[in-house]
């Protein structure tokens, strides 16, 4: 009885700990992504500098200079970010400049790989959820700061960008943003019933997890942030229902659209909150004495989360257009303009016309949100919990320039990296590629060669190979930690060990996952 009621009283510690928080300001939310950003660079020119590096060795560097300074900077340095993030871009700076003394003793370089998957965006959507993991365990420890905890009514912090993040990122390379060829419609209702049958049929498998994580939850008396979702909602079936509902628009509506949709779906939704009471609702203390009552934060804010999504979706069709430009229909020859670029006395080329290009149109699109964030702001407020207009534009205002620095860093990386160099004129190439899509795949395969030169992050690309699958092993695991350990207690060092342990074990699963090419699909 004793034992159960200190339970009991230990989960209404954790429940309270995370709950009621008021959250921070925009502007430090960026200030602490910043270091995870200035980390891609940092890695990227230091494998850079290494050019031939056994792979385990390069995942272990990966770890060491993007994992750990993420979990360091979510929790004991949160407040030296500045300090950080300036630390990590002189390194990165010296890094650039012993390439360019290093190149003079380098032949040809490996061409550059062009197919249909950027890595900045693939560096985007791994980054959205390593972020993410690191974050639902560091919560339960002291050592993370309550202003990076979700919002209680209103407002920003960093853990309420986790969930509209995902889903932006989902929306990037979502069949819809890539099929760019417009295609012969059908009858409305035979293409509206077709699309709700699979959409229905590929949701059914997050109903499963998210409903099964609600009983389980139940059944072993673990904490729960009621005003995160509601009572039994979460995120799996708040992604479930956001797959099905924008499945059937995109479906019935053409994907071209996909902006003027989600834009009216974000401005409708704002429109109803305001006007029916529905926002009051959601956001008092009435019983929840019904399904829907009780989950009033999960079902209102799917709308939003729709309308999130086909922004993105419009976000990715611009991605993907702009480098379908630079392709034949009958060859993957590049088409862009070269350049000649000198740096430290030496002379690079490159050809990243429509990358720069790319790079101007999303610094534009994050200005353009980031106005209407401030508008919204000022009327509407932010609220996580409603998924409100306000809270859209602020994730694809987060977003968008996440994407722009990513891409940034790709283009200079491409440059300074894996771009040939031409120490004479008469010596000049014109720049060439490597293997395709195939040749990728089979050179992470187990009988490829225990070294690389290729310069893309392999956590990266392991996290995105199976990213559903991650989030639900961190999810189990976050589980698993607060079941055996009284987290509310654990000092600073033991919180710190738990969660690089805890990434490690994430990080090390997915990756065997990756090079045995075993993709786990929900």
Not at 52 to 68: A, D, Q, T, W
Request: hydrophobic share 45%; charged share 15%; proline share 3%.
């Amino acid at each position: 009885m004793s034992h159960t009621w200190n339970e009991n009283i230990y989960r209404q510690e954790q429940e309270a700990f995370v709950s009621n928080h008021g959250g921070t300001t925009a502007r430090e939310v960026v200030y602490t992504i910043m270091p995870s950003i200035c980390s891609i660079l940092l890695t990227t020119t230091s494998l850079g500098l290494l050019r031939k590096v056994n792979r385990n060795v390069k995942v272990l560097i990966e770890f060491i200079l993007i994992i750990v300074p993420a979990i360091l900077c979510y929790t004991v340095l949160s407040d030296r970010i500045v300090s950080i993030c300036s630390g990590m871009m002189l390194i990165s700076i010296i890094n650039i400049v012993l390439l360019g003394i290093k190149s003079t003793t380098l032949s040809n370089h490996n061409p550059k790989s062009v197919y249909n998957k950027r890595p900045f965006i693939t560096n985007f959507r791994a980054l959205t959820n390593i972020i993410t993991a690191i974050c639902i365990l560091a919560i339960d420890f002291r050592v993370f700061p309550r202003k990076f905890a979700k919002t209680e009514v209103f407002g920003y912090s960093l853990m309420d960008t986790g969930v509209g993040l995902f889903i932006l990122a989902n929306a990037l390379v979502a069949p819809e943003a890539k099929d760019l060829i417009p295609r012969p419609r059908v009858g409305f209702f035979h293409t509206i019933s077709r699309n709700i049958k699979q959409s229905a049929k590929s949701c059914i498998p997050l109903l499963i997890i998210g409903f099964g994580r609600s009983v389980a939850i139940e059944v072993m008396g673990y904490q729960k942030h009621i005003t995160e979702y509601g009572i039994h909602w979460n995120f799996f079936i708040t992604l479930a229902f956001v797959k099905l509902f924008t499945s059937s628009i995109t479906g019935t509506i053409s994907s071209r659209y996909s902006l003027l949709s989600g834009v009216w779906i974000l401005t409708m939704h704002e429109y109803i909150l305001n006007t029916s009471g529905l926002k009051e609702w959601v956001l008092s203390n009435k019983p929840r004495n019904d399904f829907v009552s009780a989950n009033r934060e999960g079902v209102v804010s799917v709308p939003g989360y729709v309308g999130l999504y086909l922004v993105g979706v419009a976000i990715g069709r611009l991605i993907h257009s702009t480098y379908q430009n630079a392709y034949t229909q009958k060859s993957l020859q590049y088409k862009s303009k070269n350049f000649r670029i000198k740096i430290f006395g030496r002379e690079f080329e490159g050809s990243y016309n429509e990358s720069m290009v790319l790079c101007v149109k999303l610094s534009i699109i994050s200005a353009q949100t980031c106005a209407v964030t401030l508008f919204c702001d000022s009327y509407f407020k932010i609220s996580r919990r409603l998924a409100n207009a306000g809270y859209c534009m602020w994730i694809l205002t987060l977003g968008v320039m996440t994407l722009t620095l990513l891409l940034l860093i790709e283009i200079i990386a491409d440059i300074l990296i894996d771009s040939p160099i031409t120490p004479e004129p008469n010596d000049r190439k014109p720049r060439m590629h490597k293997a395709d899509l195939k040749n990728k795949k089979e050179c992470i395969s187990d009988e490829c060669e225990k070294t690389t030169t290729n310069s893309t992050i392999e956590i990266f690309e392991a996290v995105n190979y199976n990213g559903l699958c991650f989030f639900l092993l961190s999810n189990l695991m976050t589980g698993g930690v607060n079941m055996s350990v009284r987290t509310l207690y654990a000092d600073e060092l033991t919180a710190l060990q738990i969660l690089v342990a805890y990434m490690a074990v994430n990080i090390i699963s997915v990756l065997f996952l990756y090079r045995k090419q075993v993709q786990i699909k929900l």
